[in-house]
């Protein structure tokens, strides 16, 4: 095979290349810190969003539903453990933002103000913890 000197420094020249841009990819990896490969993240990014979907539609059912699914009854069973008092979520007649009556001894009451965002926000980790667990 003949191969003029130009195809070979050509050939070198391209090899030298690949060589600089492989070291400079692995010095940014590195200084990254070992950061996840960029297919990870969008991996991980799409996963988190399907929880974030199904735990929204797991409150939804907790709320409208009268029927409990197994999921559901788990997440407001935590809830009630943490908080130590019954929780019934419903949504108003006049279409207002949803309602969180709490049972005592002395009948029900409304919760609200900054327990009330307290308890969503606990029942929103709660489920979002729940389904995340359960997801493979």
Known sequence: MNA?????RNMLRTYGKQLTSAKRLARFRQAMGGAEPPDDIARQARRRELVQRIAHEVIENLIVNSERSPVVRAVLDQLEREFGSRYVFEYPLDGGD???????????????????????????????????GTML
């Open 4 to 8: 003029s000197s130009a195809n070979v």
């Open 98 to 132: 949803v309602q969180i009556i709490r049972e005592t001894p002395q009948g029900p009451q409304d919760v609200e103000g900054s327990e009330r965002n307290k308890v969503m926000r606990r029942l929103w980790e709660i489920a979002l913890s729940k389904v995340d």
